[in-house]
């Protein structure tokens, strides 16, 4: 079945370390990719996409994410994570010829000051 | 400002009542989308509308109904509200290069 997952339900870094979240996918093809963000009591805001092209892909707010075919990922990363990222993340796909999103059950993400 | 304009912010029904939940963008994206949120299951698709006249069923249609008024506008209905549905609704639009969504809208079903 397609599906996508995230496998850290909750992450915990210090301001100022470097963060990755994990992005897995099952797709026979290549989807497009996507991640966004919701901050609480918010809706979600898109942080970056990928298509096709460029396998690292910048984003809003100093993120990036690295699309790897081979382990059919899409982790998202921060240098130096600021306070002000503690939200809750989600991967996303959109599977070639569909209209339909599947969305990752999300990552939370705390920072420590 | 641009963007999708979700109505109310916030409601609480009796078990057994009907509303409707409306949105509206102003983006002329083709495709919009209605999600529920619940805490520990992401975002789970209840209905969309690839283009102005069509609606499909997502994940989870049971219990809602919804009506593509026109390119901009995308309601969606609870013709009897029931406690499983209380959730974080979100709206969203797309032109296939990922979604803008409203800011949701909370429901309490009591």
């Known amino acids: 079945a397609q599906s996508v997952t995230q496998p850290d339900i909750h992450i915990t870094v210090s301001e100022g370390a470097s963060l990755e979240l994990r992005c897995n996918y099952s797709y026979g093809a290549t989807p497009y990719l996507f991640w966004y963000v919701q901050s609480p009591g918010q809706g979600l805001q898109l942080l970056l996409k990928y298509f096709s092209g460029d396998t690292l892909v910048q984003g809003i707010k100093g993120f990036e994410a690295e699309f790897k075919r081979s382990q059919s990922s899409f982790n998202l990363r921060k240098p130096s994570v600021h306070w002000s990222d503690a939200a809750e993340y989600f991967c996303a796909v959109l599977p070639s010829g569909t209209y339909k999103y599947i969305f990752g059950t999300g990552t939370r993400l705390k920072v420590l000051a | 400002n641009a963007g999708v304009t979700q109505t109310p912010k916030f409601q609480v029904l009796k078990t057994g009542q009907s509303m409707t939940l409306q949105c509206a963008q102003d983006?002329?994206?083709?495709?919009m989308y209605w999600y529920r949120q619940d805490p520990g299951m992401g975002l789970r698709l209840i209905y969309y509308?690839?283009?102005?006249?069509?609606?499909d069923k997502g994940e989870v249609p049971n219990g809602y109904n919804v009506s593509r008024l026109n390119k901009r506008e995308f309601s969606l209905r609870l013709e009897s509200a029931a406690p499983s549905q209380t959730s974080v609704y979100f709206c969203?639009?797309?032109?296939?290069?990922?979604?803008?969504f409203g800011s949701g809208t909370r429901l309490t079903v009591v």
């Open positions: 509308s690839a283009s102005e006249g069509t609606t």
């Open positions: 969203a639009s797309s032109e296939g290069a990922g979604y803008t």
């Open positions: 983006m002329n994206h083709n495709s």
